[in-house]
């Protein structure tokens, strides 16, 4: 029997979810420009969070705006990161890897 058949199918890696952030740090303008930009890159509609703390030295308030993010699932999910790691020329280094396996890196 050929390897493939015998190895165990739940140690396969799957991916779960991508969740694609943009934070600004702010509300007004930079925060709908990172909506647009989320829309385009995903062609799903971002979700704004709000701030859970204030920050003074930010000029940040508890419940402003300041980020938008979209989660993607499934088939979206995969494509997007085939994307995605395409763009970076299909190298992650391994200081964006955490302890619990979760990737986390910036296309800039």
Known sequence: M???SIENPLRKIRVAKVTVNIATGKSGDPLEKAKKVLNQVT????VTKRAR???KDFGVRKGEPISALVTLRRDLAVSF???ALEAVGN???????DDY????FGIK
Do not use: C, D, I
């Not at 062609?43 to 971002?46: A, D, F, L, Q, V």
């Not at 190298?91 to 890897?97: D, L, P």
């Open 101 to 104: 396996g979760n990737v986390s």
């Open 2 to 4: 050929a390897r493939e």
């Open 53 to 55: 703390r204030a920050v």
């Open 91 to 97: 190298k992650v280094h391994m200081s964006a890897f």
């Open 81 to 83: 990161l085939e994307r």
């Open 43 to 46: 062609g799903r509609t971002p």
